[in-house]
């Protein structure tokens, strides 16, 4: 190969440090101009992503407004804010709270399984699912995204606190396929029987963790439609 | 695959080597990871395709610029640097395209820096060659292994959704089979398609032009 430098069959430490320091300058200016290009249009995509799975599983909601869920209650956040869990406030065209979205995820048949649902303080129930990361297998697990059948437990599921309003009144499970007689259970998939487990698990785990606090935190959250 | 005469005009043959007689994937069995790993639909595998051509035309037009300007001792880190930063920017133009995009290819979009056939066409070939013939053969290479993606990802997506590009073709009266678009389909499609390139290069070669002789042989 030809070498520009004097001594043909060494080139000076200096060329070398040279001619890597001339190719790295180009690649960084060309990977920060790109990045620049088109950082607008990735936040787009990820806020129409973020809002089409939200208002899936809150139907009736036409905005939303992030709050960070701490142990001190709800802070207002923005999109950018990434730490802690959140929930995603839900409101309709007349500016009333039509539910929250929360995020739940537990271990599946493959990975681990995250979801986004639905809960209505208004009946106290779960009002949709949308599969957020999920690898189960195809044709199998991966029915929990779109088999109807199993989609129509989580549209009225029953998520109600007990008396004392700190845990459900019911656990959220998973009976066998055709069994289900309780408005708290979710029918599985025949065949995904592991992947409909995980989600009854990961929705009662989340739940008895956040409906009492969000009940508690109601009136925030209502203030909030103007 | 060193060509003798680095100067000779740019024929047909620049091109179309890498289609054909130095098809990346058929023949040369190179990138088999995204190859087996991407091709489970049509339009994964199209924009696998459309991505690793991008990056082995851009770094084999900045490599055959620089080629007498880099040294030797450095040249494989230069080149590493180059088609990096190539992978880079596709990775940022797919997730501004769509997101849905980018979650189907997950981490075989960066996995292009190590795709050899990118590594491959820039020491073998842009390193030695001016760039207009470092561009032309780029592009023969990128659509051979863009067409070898494709073979792979409409059966596949066929055989194993009933579907091609997402558009339902057999009904809903089509059980698909499964295990087409897991991993293990890969291998039988791979293996099917391998089986028919070899059938076919061998009936060829019962009138061999010299042309193509000297081609299948003395990269090996």
Not at chain 1, 155 to 173: K, Q, W
Not at chain 2, 98 to 127: D, K, P, T
Not at chain 2, 180 to 194: C, E, H, Q, S
């Amino acid at each position: 190969m030809n070498s520009p430098s004097p001594h043909s069959t060494q080139p000076s430490a200096l060329s070398l440090i040279a001619t890597l320091g001339v190719v790295a300058l180009i690649s960084g200016v060309l990977v920060v101009l790109v990045y620049q290009l088109t950082l607008p249009a990735i936040l787009e995509n990820r806020r129409i992503a973020l809002e089409r799975a939200i208002f899936t599983v809150l139907p009736g909601a036409r905005s939303r407004i992030n709050f960070a869920l701490t142990a001190e209650g709800l802070e207002r956040i923005d999109d950018q804010q990434t730490d802690g869990p959140r929930v995603y406030a839900g409101y309709d065209l007349s500016g009333k709270l039509t539910g929250v979205a929360l995020e739940a995820s537990a271990q599946g048949y493959q990975d681990i399984i995250r979801i986004l649902y639905g809960y209505s303080p208004k009946c106290s129930c779960i009002t949709g699912i949308t599969v957020l990361e999920s690898k189960e297998t195809p044709g199998l697990g991966d029915k929990i995204e779109t088999d109807p059948e199993f989609l129509v437990n989580f549209e009225a599921l029953d998520g109600r606190l007990n008396a004392t309003g700190e845990r459900l009144n019911n656990e959220i499970v998973t009976v066998k396929h055709g069994k289900k007689s309780n408005p708290w259970e979710i029918d599985a998939i025949s065949g995904a029987t592991v992947s409909s487990k995980a989600i009854g698990r990961m929705l009662n785990n989340s739940a008895q963790k956040t409906f009492p606090l969000i009940m508690q935190q109601l009136q925030k959250l209502t203030q909030e439609e103007s | 695959m060193v060509d003798l005469h680095p100067n000779k005009p740019i024929t047909l043959e620049t091109f179309t080597r890498g289609i054909w007689e130095e098809n990346p994937v058929f023949v040369m069995l190179l990138g088999m990871c995204p190859v087996l790993a991407v091709t489970n639909s049509g339009a994964n595998a199209l924009a696998m395709g459309i991505a690793t051509t991008f990056v082995l035309v851009c770094s084999s037009i900045l490599v055959s610029l620089l080629r007498h300007r880099i040294p030797k001792q450095v040249r494989i880190a230069t080149y590493i640097v180059i088609i990096a930063t190539f992978v880079t920017i596709v990775d940022y133009v797919i997730q501004a395209i769509s997101l849905e995009l980018y979650r189907a290819l997950g981490a075989f979009i960066q996995l292009i820096v190590v795709n050899c056939i990118i590594l491959g066409r820039a020491e073998s070939y842009a390193s030695k060659h001016r760039p207009s013939k470092a561009i032309i053969n780029a592009l023969g290479t990128g659509l051979g292994f863009t067409i070898a993606l494709l073979c792979l990802g409409l059966v596949r997506e066929l055989l194993g959704s009933g579907a091609l590009f997402g558009i339902n073709i057999f009904g809903d009266s089509f059980q698909p089979w499964a295990i087409m678009i897991l991993p293990p389909g890969g291998f039988f499609v791979l293996g099917t398609w391998l089986l028919l390139f070899s059938w076919m290069r061998l009936r060829k070669e019962g009138k061999p032009t010299s042309q193509e002789k000297e081609a299948g042989y003395h990269e090996h």
